[in-house]
């Protein structure tokens, strides 16, 4: 961990030794984060030579993460399967060319010449990656996590990968591709993954870990519950879309979307991707310019959306719904302050779609397209007109919608939107 200073909490600002296992802040119990020693690297590698344009994995931004790959000491403990660097795809709509935007698909569920993959086909990977490549380096050997389905699912691949053990809780109504692969995981296996089926949601699932499987001695990496390291990961997310390409290669030239309109269940992604892009701008590389950050929800389960629009600080839990869009059934986290605090700062906003939108979105994509949509992508697309109307998004506006995840696991619950079958 060449690069990290102390983990620090992300509400309070209480620091902890950047070794420590941890979970919640001792003092407020909200979530903490990584805190790198920027000036360190910037006084050993420049403004981005820590940068690794030609490594197609999301490693290739070397010391900006806790794991410095370029570093024999941290090297022996990154697990990697190829995860990350997925392409931001050009994506031609009517609908954009009537804002006079300019539309991109941040695609994270398919493999794309020329570009790394996502092993389970998931954003998901990202925060998986870096949650076991820092377990191993700090002899963590029992890790447990309570999901909607694709954590789940990248956790146990990962953890298989790393030599480690895994608890995967999740609920019996999980997408079936995902619920059958880490049970197979679980069956092929059995001294490294164990899959616990609890009924109800992701809130339901934590209290099992909570109460059953943390005192076993499992470390929990539930959604910014462990220090920070899942958010790490999906900061590579926002890096890749601020990265020099195209015409600003030449000159490394880094830039910001004007726009990042991302499904939002727990949010560890908009902490990260923001978290990255302040630290691009104490490394000298952008300005003060953000992202206007847009999070989705599903209608069924809202809680961004109401505290966003009552202006509350943060969330009221309520009972959740149901929803096609599964990663966004998240009624309550502990992060969900500082997601708030994120689309205030930047002039975002948090929306909501309803399944028959979703669905309407993926079935005439795939028609007009041929492009695919996970369920909780698709919802970025279907509020794309309402956020003209709120002129969040404009005329020559770079907008980036997150596709995370691969529709086939989903099916068959969308499987009537593809005509049969992808």
């Known amino acids: 961990m060449r690069y990290v200073a102390q983990l620090t909490c992300t509400v309070c600002g209480a620091s902890y030794p950047p070794d420590r296992p941890m979970n919640l802040c001792e003092g407020d119990g909200r979530p903490v984060q990584v805190v790198l020693d920027l000036d360190r690297l910037r006084a050993e590698q420049g403004p981005d030579r820590f940068w690794d344009p030609d490594r197609r994995d999301l490693w290739r931004f070397g010391g900006l993460l806790p794991l410095d790959v370029n570093d024999p000491d941290d090297r022996r403990h990154v697990v990697s399967l190829g995860e990350g660097a997925t392409p931001s795809l050009p994506y031609g709509h009517p609908l954009a060319d009537r804002i006079g935007c300019r539309l991109e698909v941040k695609d994270e569920g398919k493999p794309h010449a020329g570009f790394g993959a996502n092993p389970t086909l998931s954003f998901k990977d990202r925060g998986m990656a870096m949650t076991a490549s820092m377990a191993r380096a700090l002899g963590l050997n029992r890790l447990a996590v309570p999901t909607q389905g694709n954590a789940g699912d990248a956790l146990a691949r990962y953890a298989i990968a790393a030599g480690i053990e895994a608890a995967v809780v999740m609920s019996p109504d999980t997408d079936r591709p995902v619920l059958g692969n880490v049970a197979a995981l679980a069956a092929l296996h059995p001294d490294r993954v164990t899959l616990e089926l609890v009924p109800g949601t992701i809130v339901d699932c934590a209290a099992r870990v909570r109460d059953h499987y943390v005192p076993q001695g499992f470390f929990s990496v539930a959604t910014f519950q462990e220090p920070g390291w899942r958010t790490e990961g999906k900061k590579t997310l926002g890096l890749e879309m601020a990265e020099p390409r195209g015409d600003r290669l030449a000159d490394r030239r880094w830039q910001v979307p004007d726009v990042i309109v991302y499904p939002t269940g727990g949010g560890t992604g908009v902490v990260g991707m923001a978290k990255g892009f302040d630290e691009l701008e104490a490394l000298g590389l952008i300005g003060p310019e953000r992202p206007r950050f847009v999070c989705v929800q599903s209608s069924a389960t809202t809680p961004l959306v109401r505290a966003f629009d009552r202006g509350d ?15 966004l059934n998240v009624a309550k986290n502990v992060g969900h302050l500082n997601v708030l605090r994120i689309i205030r700062e930047t ?9 028959d939108r979703i669905r309407e979105v993926i079935r005439q994509e795939w028609r007009d397209r041929r492009f695919a949509w996970s369920p909780e992508g698709a919802a970025t697309l279907a509020v ?5 109307d709120r002129r969040i998004v404009g005329r020559g506006d770079r907008v980036v919608l997150v596709n ?19």
């Open 313 to 327: 600080e943060d969330i009221t839990p309520e009972p959740p719904g149901q929803t096609i869009a599964t990663g």
């Open 347 to 355: 002039g975002g906003c948090a929306i909501a779609v309803d399944d």
């Open 384 to 388: 794309l007109e309402e956020l003209a």
């Open 404 to 422: 995370t995840a691969s529709p086939e696991k989903y099916l068959p619950t969308i499987r009537d939107c593809f005509d049969g079958g992808l």
